[in-house]
Structure formats: C-alpha cells, structure tokens
C-alpha cells in the first residue's frame, strides 16, 4: 500500500544558546509522518516535544537540517513566504487557546480566512458557521472568548484552526488547562475529526489524550527512541488502549 507523508525531517536539529553553553534540545531527527494519522509525540518534560511540533509546523526555525511540509522544504523559506505556507497548511491549537479577546468566537474563526487572498468574506463566514456547529460551539458564536467557558474557548479554538482546511492540525497538550470530562469532548472533536480524515500532530503527556492516537512517536533527549502504532480509536477499547500504551511507555523509562 502507497502512503503519503506529509512531514519528513532530514538531520532536524535545534538548539539553544544558554549562557555560552549550547543546550541541544533536537538532535538529528530523521522522521516522516504519514497522511490520515492521528500521531502523538510523547516523552519527558523538557525532551522537546514542544520545540519539535513548533519546527514541523513552521512556527519555530531548526538551526539545521531539513523539514519538508506538504511538500515544501520550509526551512528553505523567508519569512513571508512561511507565513503564506503556514496559512494554508497549518493549523495549531494551544493548550491556552490564544483566542482574540475582543472578537467573538465567530470573528476568532473569520480572520485568518480573511487572510487568504483566494477567499470570499461570504464562503469564510459560511465555512465558519458550519465549524462552529461542527465542534459544538454554533450557539456561543457571538460571544466573547470571557464569556464562555474552557471548553467552548478550546472547541472555538479547533474551528479556527479549521478554517482553512490546513493539511494537518498541530495541537500541544489541548487539554492541558481542562478538566478531565471536558477535556474528553475536546478529545472526541478530535477523534472525530480525525477519523473523517484530518491529519492530526499532538504533543500530550496524558495517556488518556494519547489513546487517541493511531500512532505514537516517543521523544527521549531530543531524539526519537521508539514508536507504536494503533488501530482507530474506539471508546470500548480505550481501557485496553490505555495499558497498552502505559506499557510501551514504562518499557522507555517513561
Ligand atoms: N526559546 C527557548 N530558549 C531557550 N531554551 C529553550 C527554548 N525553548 C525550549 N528550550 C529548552 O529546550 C528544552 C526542551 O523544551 P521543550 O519545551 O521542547 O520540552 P517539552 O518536551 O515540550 O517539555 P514539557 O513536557 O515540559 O512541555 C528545555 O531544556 C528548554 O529549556
Ligand atoms: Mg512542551
């Protein structure tokens, strides 16, 4: 079977200066993700999952080697360039959800269709409407971020992300500032999402959050040391899943 990559990395390294001392936070990562996973970086606290989903998705520069998107070389790219690349084929969700206070989860959801020069004000509003009722927020759409709860911020946050159908979703620990049933829907809007075709890059420590995975990619000291791949999600499995993944993470010293 012929699977598409959507993200390949060539010698992918990052680091950073501290006080004289270079701390290498990525080190030569060689790694491809493919179309249609739900794929989850786990690892330690400071292993830098974070600082590899910000150089995958072009929010970040690698100080070497070689990231290519969708089938652009992006650290190839200006600035300008990337933002334009970016816009078209990135979406990111934040575990702090960063929407904009002072517009309504609807205007969050508009502005960077605005952005797109191909786009018209009136299919951007549609394709919004239809996000908003698609994470489950359609009613809160005119209201502003402080006026609806976590949850809602973070399924707005989802719809934004959506709006230009980026090839895949970047999310660090989405759930990380929920509690756990509500966290649970941000997950399923994800799940879903995923099993209608979105590709999906999460960075989480929560082994509830990585059940939702279909493959999983262990982080060690800026290095990728190991992974294991999984059938679609189903909540009848999730208890089996879990363990499942506890043991493959303990087996890494997790
Ligand atoms: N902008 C930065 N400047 C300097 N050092 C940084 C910067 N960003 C990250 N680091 C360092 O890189 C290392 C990895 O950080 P990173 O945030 O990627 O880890 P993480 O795996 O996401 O950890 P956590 O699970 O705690 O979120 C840490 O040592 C951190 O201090
Ligand atoms: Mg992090």
């Keep these: 079977m012929y699977i598409m990559v959507i ?3 060539k010698n992918l390294s990052k680091s950073f200066a501290n006080g004289g001392i270079q701390n290498h936070v990525l080190r030569n990562i060689d790694l491809e993700i493919y179309d249609k996973d739900f794929t989850v970086i786990m690892g330690n606290s400071g292993s830098g999952k974070s600082t590899l989903l910000y150089a995958l998705s ?3 520069r690698p100080t070497f080697g070689e990231i290519m998107l969708n089938g652009h070389a992006i650290e190839k790219m200006k600035e300008k360039e990337l933002a334009v690349m970016r816009r078209a084929n990135v979406g990111f969700v934040f575990q702090q959800m960063h929407l904009v206070s002072n517009l309504t989860l609807f205007e969050n959801v508009c502005v960077s269709g605005y952005l797109m ?5 009136k299919e951007v509003h549609d394709q919004a409407e239809e996000l908003l009722k698609r994470v489950g927020v359609f009613n809160e759409k005119d209201r502003l971020p402080s006026r609806v ?5 973070q399924r707005a946050a989802i719809a934004r992300a959506l709006i230009n159908s980026p090839k895949m979703i970047f999310t660090d620990e989405p759930t990380g500032a929920l509690n756990s049933k509500i966290g649970r829907q941000v997950l399923n809007v994800l799940t879903e ?3 209608e075709g979105q590709n999906i ?3 989480t420590h929560d082994v509830k959050a990585a059940t939702r995975a279909t493959r999983i990619i262990y982080l060690h000291d800026g290095q990728i040391n190991g992974e294991m791949t999984l059938e679609p999600y189903t909540p009848e499995q999730e208890k089996n899943r879990e363990r499942q993944i506890l043991a493959f993470l303990e087996a890494k010293g997790w």
């Design 193 to 195: 999402l995923n099993q």
């Design 58 to 60: 072009g929010m970040d």
């Design 149 to 153: 709860s976590g949850g809602q911020c």
């Design 7 to 9: 993200i390949k990395t």
């Design 201 to 203: 890059l999460m960075v």
């Design 117 to 121: 020069k191909n786009r018209k004000p």
